[in-house]
């Protein structure tokens, strides 16, 4: 928000309204009158409610930074105040200032004031900002109104705000729900918020918060948290200890009249965690909560290698621990779960869920097995479960209860796949097998996914209906009357809507019985992640983003203090949960770097040809806006190549423009035109209407962009590199984006433009084409004039009919002595094995292969799967690869597990293993420099190698390491780093001073 924008609210906004007013009197009166009145106030009240918000973000970085100077001046910090750091006469609970203005306009005033406060979990700083309204523009006399906002945020060891700053931003990897709270893992760390009359938040108190809160760190320093559930009052984490998978602990918090703490007694909340007795020496796999009752216990999975490898403590009201006695009193430490008629039979246990009054697991042969009460009625025994809410009767005399596990749905019932999670809430079963999903037991409200209408109870697991064909399910959640499933990273709910908690933007009981529905337009633009539902809310993780919704009365359970329902998906309003600037996505051109940063592009580096977009051609050293068109636009990708960048745009009607910008000798800018450099954005012409953007590669000196699932070209075509049919194909250049023909029956879905050579998946296929130099087309031979004119399917060594997920071809060279020898090579990613394959040159070990060599014409399969190596070096192996991304001459990987790994040439420490030797040997990069914290790695969701340097998104922060010569790593100077160094400074577009208070 900037000031000129300030001035068209206060000035632009007030004459229509007069006259819209004025027409309302003489057509309807008093009543319309006063309608138009309320409307306005409530259009003030957001707008200045806003502004004190971002006045209490102003006032915590400021609040930070004299924490971490210890001044008791502001007067070196900038801008100057000239108001005091600290108040010496408050000795616990300093106060910074009186209150101090960020920004004074018109008639109103915003201003904050920060106290800290110290904690458990380390200081704690809040802010209020406040907004004053006046009479006059003067601001002077009694205000006549004021709007605020109160804000807190855990201080970081440097003393700055955890919550501001982009070198401490949060992703959030996890989110859990249960009936009136839910928590979120971010960074090892957990947040918590709903009802704490139990202590189930662990905030060191009994008071209820309608955002998030840290939970108070009782284990050891040196430990980090991998994994949180949700009970009905209590929450639980998996904590690891020195990094190690193999020490690791669980710890609970809340509720504990039932044992459910696991510490040995039953009786006595805790609001603080503690931990659970009975798993010393185990090392935990998987940790699962009923989420309904507090009967329901809490059990875990270890990695032992016998069958019996679960653990339960908790409710035992009906046997659900599963230690075969009679006894059902409550647990009160982690009681293994026994088999004394040995049904497991050497079966180990992978999946494990507990409902309302009754456990279920799954083995590694498919079935799964049962105790408890409730159980679904094994079809193959005459004392099956008969259960009286499922409409059954008794006739056999079979117990109501079993006390130990029993063979209950064997695997022939999910298609005989194997079932990889298991979900439960209150009498209903719900599992992935195969990729999809299937739920079985209570189906009130069409909660089982049957279809529509359907209610009926079911013993049996049955598929869940209408969830999207072709798309695997990878989560699944279930309360005791809705369910929520993850397919291709979009989130799909079914069952009850009372309380709007299927997220389709309205309440309306139970008119979608059993039929799955996309939740809201909100996630359209991004992955989802995690799902927990509760009762009467459920949240989910969207790009490292928590969103709730659901009705929420007492505004405690959407994370969002101001809200009292919402329908469809709302982000949290604490900041500690999420970025200023959350980085989305990352390209690495020649000299330069660009980012989708809060759905702005920032570039920065080299800008000799305007390829930082900022209208004029002075390289930057830190991250910029890119100004003009793409300032008010949401971006949604980008691309860096040789001297330009391009970058796709959302539109409100959801479809896509491509906007380009820098050198454009050749057209690869796509406007038309041949005038270069161009220094601003300017639109790509000859892209059809209403398409979404969904590839998008700048090379040398042409551009590809898959739009609606085809392909289109532009720029230089001096290697035949845009693979065009007919006259086109022998044209030197095309100045607007023209289709290739010969993929048109295709669905493609990746793109890579490299120096005078492309490739593409199209159908799971690839095809390439261009420049043939060193074999990098792929099929199989080395003549360097045997320029490829139209796309060719490479099928050539390793990759034969094998299906390919994403593709990658090598940038030009930024070398003096144009070293091309040492060029241009390929990787792609196999989709099903996931393991590289790469080809083409290998002068600088680019190759990864463990040799050197020259080049290798025909694609092959990286050692990444051979036995396992040191933690530094050849780190991939039995890691799926998700993402690979070329370089010049050295290349890198991203697999499943978030490890990175680079290889080839380093002689300007651009592989990040802090050192320039060349390697043919992949090296892990996250054991490296900033991106290690506390001896943790970062979660890494993104990478991107340019010519000699490599860029990777953590945390949704940017890390960058190798060659810096144009500042194209964005660290604030111009010197070489072998290790990842963390992005610390953005620089924004028409700025005001309440905006730069995040810079203070």
């Known amino acids: 928000m900037s000031i000129s924008n300030n001035k068209q609210f206060n000035n632009g906004f007030v004459l229509p309204a007069i006259i819209a007013l004025s027409l309302a009197i003489m057509i309807s009166g008093v009543t319309v009158m006063q309608v138009i009145a309320s409307t306005s106030r409530d259009l003030n009240a957001q707008y200045f409610t806003s502004v004190a918000k971002e006045a209490a973000e102003a006032g915590l970085v400021k609040g930070g930074r004299c924490v971490s100077s210890n001044q008791l001046s502001w007067a070196s910090l900038t801008p100057d105040p000239n108001r005091e750091c600290s108040d010496p006469t408050i000795a616990t609970t300093p106060a910074f200032g009186p209150a101090a203005t960020v920004m004074a306009q018109d008639n109103w005033r915003s201003t904050f004031s920060v106290t800290q406060d110290s904690s458990n979990i380390g200081p704690i700083l809040y802010s209020e900002g406040t907004v004053y309204i006046y009479r006059n523009n003067t601001r002077t006399g009694p205000y006549i109104a004021k709007y605020t906002k109160k804000i807190n945020s855990v201080l970081s060891s440097t003393g700055n705000p955890g919550n501001i700053s982009a070198s401490t931003s949060r992703s959030v990897t996890k989110v859990a729900s249960g009936g009136d709270h839910s928590c979120a893992l971010s960074g090892g760390e957990v947040y918590c918020w709903g009802k704490n009359a139990d202590g189930q938040l662990g905030t060191a108190n009994f008071v209820s918060s309608g955002d998030p809160l840290p939970v108070q760190r009782a284990w050891p320093a040196n430990a980090k948290v991998t994994d949180v559930e949700v009970g009905a009052e209590v929450s639980c984490a998996i904590v690891e200890l020195d990094n190690s998978p193999n020490q690791n602990q669980v710890w609970c918090w809340g509720k504990n009249d039932m044992g459910q703490l696991g510490i040995g007694s039953a009786g006595g909340n805790s609001n603080v965690p503690v931990r659970v007795q009975g798993l010393a020496g185990k090392r935990i796999v998987e940790l699962a909560e009923g989420t309904f009752v507090t009967s329901a216990p809490a059990c875990v999975l270890t990695d032992e290698v ?16 599963g230690n075969n006695t009679a006894n059902t009193s409550p647990e009160t430490t982690a009681s293994r779960v026994q088999d004394p008629n040995n049904v497991f039979n050497g079966r180990q246990i992978v999946a494990i869920s507990a409902n309302n009054y009754s456990t279920c697991s799954a083995t590694d042969d498919g079935a799964v097995y049962c105790w408890g009460w409730s159980v679904p009625r094994d079809e193959f025994s005459p004392c099956g479960f008969s259960l009286e809410f499922f409409g059954l009767n008794n006739a056999q005399g079979c117990p109501l209860t079993w006390t130990y596990p029993r063979v209950q749905i064997p695997a022939s019932f999910f298609n005989n796949q194997p079932v990889t999670k298991l979900a439960a809430g209150g009498w209903t079963n719900c599992a992935i097998a195969g990729g999809d999903a299937y739920c079985w037991g209570n189906n009130v409200n069409g909660v089982l996914g049957l279809g529509n209408g359907n209610n009926t109870n079911t013993r049996r697991p049955n598929k869940v209906n209408g969830l999207p064909a072709g798309q695997p399910v990878t989560d699944i959640d279930v309360d005791s009357n809705t369910a929520c499933a993850i397919t291709g990273g979009q989130l799909y709910c079914w069952g009850y809507n009372q309380f709007g908690q299927l997220g389709i933007g309205s309440a309306n009981g139970n008119a979608v019985n059993g039929v799955p529905r996309q939740v809201a337009d909100t996630f359209q633009d991004k992955v989802v992640t995690s799902i927990g539902t509760g009762f009467r809310h459920e949240c989910a993780v969207a790009t490292g983003v928590v969103y709730c919704w659901g009705d929420d009365p007492n505004k405690l359970l959407i994370g969002n203090s101001t809200t009292s329902r919402s329908y469809v998906p709302v982000e949290t309003s604490n900041p500690l949960l999420k970025s ?45 806006q890119v100004p003009g068109a793409l300032s008010a636009m949401t971006a949604s990708r980008i691309t860096a190549g040789d001297d330009y960048s391009c970058a796709s745009t959302t539109a409100a009607d959801g479809y896509d423009q491509v906007y380009c910008w820098g050198r454009n000798d050749a057209g690869q800018l796509g406007n038309d035109t041949t005038t270069s450099p161009q220094t601003t954005p300017t639109l790509v012409k000859g892209l059809p209407n209403n398409i979404k953007v969904t590839g998008l590669s700048a090379g040398e000196n042409s551009t590809c962009a898959i739009a609606s699932k085809k392909v289109y070209c532009w720029g230089g075509n001096n290697y035949k590199q845009l693979g065009l049919s007919g006259g086109a194909a022998n044209a030197a250049r095309q100045l607007r984006a023209t289709e290739v023909t010969a993929l048109s029956s295709k669905v493609s879905t990746s793109i890579s433009v490299g120096y005078y050579s492309a490739c593409a998946v199209a159908n799971t296929e690839l095809w390439c084409w261009g420049r043939n130099y060193h074999g990098v087309i792929g099929v199989g031979d080395n003549d360097t004039d045997a320029n490829i004119y139209t796309p060719t399917r490479v099928n050539a060594g390793v990759i034969g009919s094998k299906r390919v997920a994403s593709v990658s071809v090598s940038k030009r060279i930024d070398d003096t002595n ?55 070096s050849g780190a991939l192996a039995n890691q799926p690869v998700s993402t690979i991304s070329v370089g010049g001459r050295h290349a890198c990987s991203l697999s499943d597990n978030t490890t990175v790994v680079c290889w080839g040439n380093s002689t300007d420490g651009q592989i990040g293993n802090g050192n320039i030797n060349n390697s043919s040997n992949p090296a892990r990069i996250n054991t490296y420099g900033d991106l290690v914290v506390g001896g943790a790695s970062r979660y890494v969701t993104a990478i991107a190698a340019g010519d000699a340097h490599t860029c990777a998104i953590a945390d949704s922060a940017i890390f960058c390491w190798g060659k810096n010569n144009k500042g194209q790593l964005g660290v604030g100077d111009n010197a070489t780093y072998s290790t990842p160094k963390l992005i610390t400074s953005y620089n924004t577009v028409n700025s005001s001073p309440l905006e730069t208070g995040i810079r203070y």
């Open 306 to 321: 016998d069958d019996v490898n679960a653990y339960c403590w908790g409710g035992n009201s009906h046997a659900q621990i």
């Open 580 to 624: 200023k600037y959350p980085a989305i996505g990352i390209a690495a051109g020649t000299r330069h770097t660009c980012s989708v940063l809060n759905d702005r592009v920032f570039c920065w580096g080299d800008n000799s040809y305007g390829q930082l977009g900022n209208g004029d051609t002075t390289a930057r050293n830190v991250p910029e």
């Open 818 to 872: 144009n070293d091309i020898d040492n060029g241009p090579f390929a990787c792609a990613v196999l989709q099903a094995e996931k393991n590289t394959v790469c080809w083409g040159s290998s002068g600088s070990r680019q190759l990864g292969d463990g040799v050197q060599r020259t080049f290798n014409f025909i694609p092959f399969r990286l050692p990444f799967v051979s036995a396992a190596v040191n933690a530094n």
